[in-house]
């Protein structure tokens, strides 16, 4: 056993125990008692055996027993949004609980020439549409098992809120006369990660784009109270940073037109808005009434007015599909407006 780099076989007959209990120890271990995988453990440790070969195993199994998760933006991007974090973390807890592993894939197609990375995951969750649908076409060609998450894709299973009728309903709520001059702060509406003016004939469609769905909420509630929405009124906002947004904000807040209500789209937007309001000495609600989306923890104690969603059990749902625990099927989960101080 010293010479010779050890075997799932020759361990198994070192310990004289069988190769599947050798095996469940690292695999299965709810097949074992406390005792006896530690047990095990500790031995293959001291043979300096670390366990099955995956690709032996994925060879004789047909599994890797990898879940593959496709993220549209960047990692930097998801290792640091509220809303991105809280959702990883939804699918990592039931990850770790099965020991389940999870490889992040990139959005763009550059990132899989001569890598077949794609092929690795037994199936895939996708959160967010990627800007290169190339990548989703490669996913698909897999044909693996597959849920879409916050957009959907045709003929494949997604989990999403209703978007547009939360932003319905919150818009409805902070309009208060149709003479209220609007500013709709947006996520990305269209296929650039820039600050622009949205270009209102170039917009996702409403199943590509969760921004869509929110944008359309909006638009209906402003009619709806006989309000107008300027052109000029809707920013397309995404991989923006703090400071470069709350500077373009302090100019719309500064000028003759200066908008009564932000919708925003995203808490993280509504946040930086509320702080530039507080520098300028506007009084909110009284002067500017501002409303989010998501009610990550910064919101309560900010007391932001916004829409909750349930963005970990999102990841929770997307990661039990993920592993063959509940059925694949389309959801359309519940929010609930959060009615705070700044409306």
Known sequence: ????????????????????TVSNAFNRPNQLSKSLREKILSECENLGYSGPSITARSLRTGKTGVIGLLLADNLAFNFTDPVATEFLAGISQLLDQEHVNMLMLPSNTENYQNTQVETIPDSFIVYGKPMDANVMNLITRQRKPLVTVDFCWPDIPSINVDNEQACYDIASHAIHSPDDHILILGLRLESTNALALANLDNLYTEEESVSRCRFEGYKRAIHDKGATLDVDNVWQIHELEKPVLKTMLRGALTSPQRPQVLLCMSDKIALAALEVTQELGLIVPDEIRIVGFDDIPAAESAGLTTVRQPIMHKGQLAAQMAMGHIPYQTMVLDTELMIRRTS
């Not at 056993?1 to 190769?19: C, D, F």
């Open 1 to 20: 056993m010293q010479n010779k780099k050890p075997t799932l076989k020759t361990v198994a007959e070192y310990l004289g125990v069988s190769t599947a």
